[in-house]
């Protein structure tokens, strides 16, 4: 491996009938602790990883995340412009039920609805590499499950 390729860690994948979708600790060519999250359709129960968008959260995504954990707030963020073209884009809208996400580029567009708990494991690594260290299930608890400012629905 040289010094210039990303370093891959952690990872959580979630599946649904329609799609799959993971979460991957990485350290970026940059050098910064990121997430990157794959999404890729389903079909006969195989992920189809040909078809699949990748996305990496930028500095300043895992910032705004944290600033919303931090300050609990309900996570609605959108990001766009990623991508070596600037054509991939990403929608976290979270509610009482989890977190849809809404990852889009080379034309398409997918959508995941990640459970309550699903959702907390997301959010667990995003602050994990935000922070540069591995949280306990204490910890992760007292950043993630406070009551949020904007009501839940």
């Known amino acids: 491996m040289t010094d210039n390729e990303p370093q891959f860690g952690k990872k959580y994948t979630f599946y649904r009938e329609k799609f799959v979708i993971n979460f991957q600790a990485v350290i970026s060519q ?3 602790n990121t997430v990157n999250i794959e999404i890729a359709p389903v079909n006969n129960k195989k992920a189809v990883w ?4 990748t996305l990496q ?3 300043v995504d895992l910032y705004k995340f944290f600033y919303t954990v931090s300050h609990g707030v309900v996570f609605k963020y959108q990001s766009k412009f990623h991508g070596t073209d600037n054509n991939k884009s990403i929608l976290f809208n979270e509610s009482a039920e989890g977190c849809n996400i809404t990852v889009s580029g080379k034309g398409k567009t997918m959508h995941f609805m990640c459970t309550v708990g699903e ?11 935000f922070l540069c260290h591995p949280l306990s299930l204490s910890e992760a608890k007292s950043l993630l499950l406070t009551d949020k400012k904007s009501s839940l629905k």
Do not use: A
Request: glycine share 0%; charged share 30%; with cysteine.
């Open 57 to 59: 959260l930028s500095e």
């Open 119 to 129: 959702w907390f494991y997301c959010q667990m690594l995003m602050l994990e590499q």
């Open 30 to 32: 940059k050098k910064f």
């Open 50 to 53: 040909d078809n699949k968008i």
